[in-house]
């Protein structure tokens, strides 16, 4: 779940869930949301590739560091933003009762 509120960017909720130590504890919600923010980035492809090298006998193209086809980790992260790729709305699924 940590992951999926970090893709989402959902700040506030981690900082509800994060336990405070040391300075943090006189900090609000919103002062740890804020340094939440400042300790999270998106890696680069480069430095994807630095730290989990391609592995021998497969073409760094088609794998990632999962050892998966980079089209399932496009179509996962599409289904949780609701965004392709190539900029166009994923279709929405509505609720059924």
Avoid at 10 to 29: E, F, R, T
Wanted: hydrophobic share 40%.
């Amino acid at each position: 779940m940590l992951t999926f509120r970090l893709l989402r960017k959902d700040y506030m909720h981690l900082a509800k869930c994060l336990v405070p130590i040391g300075s943090q504890i006189d900090m609000s919600l919103e002062e740890i949301a804020d340094m939440l923010k400042t300790k999270t980035k998106r890696f680069s492809e480069e430095d994807i590739r630095k730290k989990f090298p391609a592995r021998k006998g497969h073409d760094d193209n088609d794998f990632d560091m999962f050892g998966q086809g980079r089209w399932v980790m496009q179509r996962v992260v599409s289904m949780i933003t609701g965004r392709f790729a190539d900029g166009l709305e994923a279709p929405r699924i509505e609720k059924t009762k």
